[in-house]
Structures are given as structure tokens and as C-alpha cells.
């Protein structure tokens, strides 16, 4: 018998199958040891992906490389992580979400190895862009098994510990890029990624699977055994389970997979998670990750100079990522964005203003430069950048989440492959000023977009958002007010 043919009467067998089974008393390490596990696949996606800003200017000259060849070196990880985004939806449905972590880590391995050993720039490219399958399907299946084995409460800083190791990923590649790039050469700083990218893979046959993937393709019994090697008591086990049924018994088979994500009751989550994703990306942050050595080498800045830049970027990053961690369920996740994203237009316009200037080096302008693009990196990774992989993990009906995270994971690496590819082309168009007030004004407009689209989602269970979606309350308010029905203390306390 399938879950959507449940009986009724399933709470009271739920409390049965939950007398046959014993709570893991280490059950909250092992949560957080399989969040930490899954989450270095954001290290690796971190650090394939900025190594390239320190390691780029060694291979132009390896491989003597135009701009437009620069571009795509830089953009052809993203181009695989389209695909890779797109195809681990189909794995991690069908295989399940801990078998396809398995799969991308080991997909890092190879490609990371294959990068270290390109004798000329097309089998680089080729091999970054099998290396981006592993970065696409790693944010992808790692965001959302994250959020189906959290609990409500923890589930924003439980997801945003990818981000987290995002930013860690870039500030290794950055802290290689600056001392090392002279000792190593650019191979051994791309081949590293297979060390850790090994680890995770053989790490992952011990982790848990999600208890949602579980209850849908193996049990109901399987889902709860899963759910006491995460949960700390019974009680908790009992209302997951409870939910988790009634979800399944209520389930229309119109609303799964592809032709259910584009119902008209999910649209709202669709708008609110596409558009986020969207202007996550196009808002210059990547641009910044990927090519400020090269903005700040033009505008006159040395090249160690420029890297030790590039490096506070990363630095930056990595410590505002991490304090967004630790408070997104506390402030919430539209509150958060509209708090933070105000400061990421200023600071561009300011930037640009300082570029249009051409600031001497050593000048107080020079300097500007480097204020405005630390406060630019802080007000964006610290706000959108938060909550860009979270929303897309937990705003889709379990029916639909692998395609729907798979079209998430693909606007978000499409929009970076569009700011990556154009961003140096850009700047010869409109110049290095004139780039940075564009981007000041697509800021602006996820402001905006998150003002009137996006509802606030911290503290409710991922069956609490699916309830809001079907009862047409996933709406934004001036309040901030969260989608837990009010006549439901007890889920929202959970």
C-alpha cells in the first residue's frame, strides 16, 4: 500500500509502530554530524568555484588566454552546474536524497582530479564544466535533504550551514590563491578539492536517510526508524509522523512531479523561490567572488594588493554567512533580507562612484574602494545570500520538491552563468563604474521583490508551508507575520 492510500486512521497506528522502536540518545549529534557532512559539499562548491579567482591569472598566462577565454574558464562550472542541478532532482527522487550526495561527492573527486591534470585550456574547460555537474547537483540535493531531516526550529540554521561552508570553501581558495600561488602553480590549488570530496563520500553510507524521502518510497516504519536516529524524544516522533501522514493521505497524484509544480496553488511558493534565487545570483556577489583580483588589478591596485582583496572578500563572507547562521530563524527570513539588502545598494553605489573617480593608488579613494566592496560583501552574503538556498529547500510540497529544487538549483547557477559570462564585457561596455550602479539597481529591485512576494517562513514545519500554500495564506505582510496558522501554537513552538 502506497502512503497516498493510507487510511484514515493512521494516528492511531502510528502510535503503535512508535512503541517497537527505541530514541538514540546521541540522536541531536547525529543530525548535526549529517548536516556537517552534507554541507562540505558546499566547501567544495565553495572553493572549486573562488579558487579560480586566484588561480586564473596563472593560467592566462599558462595557456595565454584572452579575456573572452577568461570568461569562459570562470563560466564553465556553471554551465555544468545547470545540467548537474537539473538531473540530481530525477537521482535524489529516485534514488533518494543520501545516495545522491554519495554521487555528486564522488563527481568532485573525478572532476576536481581531471582540472589538476588539463594539458591545454579546452580539456580545462571541458573538465570544469564535469566538475560543475557535482557543484549544480550538490546544491541541488544538499539544501533540501538538510531541510527534510531538520526540525522546524533549526531548520534555517541547519540549511544555512551550507552557505556557511560555502564561505569557508572561498576563503581556503582565497588564503591558496594568496600565499601559495607562486609555490604550488594552479594545479595542485584545483586538485585539492578531491581530498575532502572523498571523505564526504565515504562518510555518507553512514548518515541518515530523510525520514520524507523514506516514508514515501520505503514506509511509514522505515521513516520513523530513520526519525529515532534524529529526534530526541517520541513525542516529537509522533507529530512528524502525524503530519507526514496526513500529508501523504491528503496528496492529489495531479500534484506530483513537474505537472504538479505548476499548479496554480504552488505559483506563490514558485514566484517567491525562483525570483530569490534569481537576484541571489544577479546581484553581483559571484562577479565579485569570481573577478574582483581582476576589477581591482585594472583599477590600478597591484597584484598582491589586489589579492589581499580579494581575500577580505572572502573573509567577509565567510563571517557574515556564518552570523546569518546563527540568526535566521530568529529573525526570520524576509525580515533578514529586507534589513540587509538596502545596505548592498548603497555600497555598490558608492563603489561606483569611487571607480568612475579613477582613484590614484594610495589615495583615499583607493581605499574607499575597498570599504564599499567589504560593506557591499557584508550586506549581501549576510541577508540574501542566507536565505537564496533555503527558501528554494523548504517552500515546495514534498510531491514536487526534487523538480522543484532542481529548478531553483538551475535559475540560481543559470543566473550566475548569465553575470559570470558577461561581467568583464559589461565592463568594457559601460565601464568598471557604471557596472557597479547596475548592479546597485538590481538590488534595489530584490528589495522590492522580496517586500511584496516573498512570506516569512522561519518557524513552520515544512507540512505548515504546504498547509499555507493550499489554504492560499503564503503571502507577505508589512508585519513580518509567519505562515503557521495561529490556531496552531503548538507546531509553531516546535
Known amino acids: 500500500m502506497t502512503e497516498h492510500q493510507s487510511p484514515p486512521t493512521s494516528t492511531s497506528r502510528t ?38 579567482s586566484g588561480a586564473l591569472l596563472l593560467i592566462s598566462d599558462d595557456f595565454h588566454l584572452s579575456s573572452g577565454m577568461q570568461e569562459m574558464v570562470a563560466s564553465a562550472i556553471l554551465a555544468g552546474a545547470i545540467i548537474g542541478a537539473i538531473g540530481a532532482g530525477a537521482l535524489s527522487e529516485k534514488y533518494g536524497r543520501r545516495n545522491c550526495v554519495c554521487l555528486v561527492s564522488a563527481v568532485f573527486v573525478i572532476g576536481a582530479t581531471a582540472c589538476a591534470y588539463s594539458p591545454n585550456v579546452w580539456f580545462l574547460i571541458v573538465a570544469r564544466i564535469f566538475l560543475g ?254 536565505c537564496g538556498w533555503l527558501l528554494g529547500a523548504e517552500m515546495f510540497p514534498l510531491s514536487m520538491r526534487g523538480q522543484a529544487t532542481s529548478l531553483h538549483a538551475a535559475t540560481l547557477w543559470g543566473a550566475d552563468l548569465l553575470v559570470t559570462s558577461t561581467a568583464l564585457t559589461l565592463v568594457q561596455i559601460i565601464t568598471l563604474g557604471g557596472t557597479m550602479w547596475f548592479y546597485a539597481g538590481i538590488n534595489l529591485l530584490s528589495v522590492l521583490f522580496v517586500f511584496f512576494f516573498v512570506p516569512e517562513t522561519a518557524g513552520a514545519t515544512l507540512e505548515d508551508i504546504e498547509l499555507a500554500l493550499h489554504e492560499k495564506r503564503f503571502r507577505p505582510t508589512k508585519e513580518h507575520k509567519r505562515i503557521v496558522s495561529e490556531d496552531e501554537p503548538e507546531q509553531a513552538a516546535a
Request: with cysteine; proline share 5%.
Open 133 to 386: 555537474l557535482a557543484v549544480g547537483g550538490s546544491t541541488q540535493v544538499v539544501p533540501m535533504y538538510i531541510s527534510e531531516l531538520a526540525p522546524a526550529e533549526k531548520r534555517g540554521t541547519l540549511v544555512t550551514m551550507f552557505n556557511v561552508a560555502i564561505g569557508l570553501g572561498i576563503l581556503l581558495a582565497n588564503i591558496i590563491g594568496f600565499t601559495e600561488r607562486t609555490n604550488w602553480g594552479w594545479r595542485p590549488m584545483v586538485g585539492l578539492a578531491a581530498i575532502p570530496a572523498a571523505i564526504v563520500f565515504v562518510s555518507m553510507f553512514f548518515m541518515p536517510k530523510s525520514p520524507r524521502w523514506t516514508a514515501e518510497n520505503e514506509g511509514m516504519q522505515r521513516a520513523i526508524i530513520e526519525l529515532g536516529r534524529i529526534r530526541t524524544s517520541k513525542k516529537v516522533i509522533r507529530r512528524e509522523v502525524r503530519e507526514m501522514r496526513e500529508n501523504a493521505d491528503s496528496m492529489d497524484p495531479r500534484n506530483r512531479g513537474w505537472k504538479g509544480l505548476f499548479r496554480p496553488w504552488v505559483r506563490p511558493a514558485l514566484v517567491a523561490a525562483l525570483g530569490v534565487a534569481f537576484f541571489t545570483q544577479c546581484g553581483g556577489l559571484e562577479m565579485m567572488i569570481y573577478y574582483a583580483p581582476t576589477f581591482l588589478h585594472d583599477a590600478g591596485f597591484g597584484a598582491s594588493s589586489a589579492l589581499l582583496a580579494s581575500l577580505g572578500v572572502a573573509v567577509t563572507y565567510c563571517i557574515m554567512t556564518f552570523i546569518g547562521c546563527l540568526i535566521v530563524d530568529r529573525v526570520g527570513r524576509r525580515r533578514l533580507m529586507l534589513i540587509m539588502g538596502p545596505g548592498s545598494v548603497v555600497s555598490l553605489i558608492g563603489l561606483g562612484i569611487v571607480f568612475a573617480s579613477h582613484p590614484a593608488p594610495g589615495s583615499i579613494g583607493s581605499y574607499l574602494v575597498i570599504v564599499f566592496l567589504l560593506a557591499f560583501m557584508a550586506f549581501n552574503s549576510g541577508g540574501i545570500q542566507v
Open 15 to 52: 502510535a503503535d509502530d512508535l512503541s517497537h522502536i527505541e530514541v538514540s540518545p546521541n540522536a541531536k549529534y547525529v543530525l548535526m554530524l549529517a548536516a556537517i557532512v552534507a554541507a562540505i559539499c558546499g566547501g567544495l562548491y565553495g572553493y572549486d568555484t573562488g579558487i579560480i
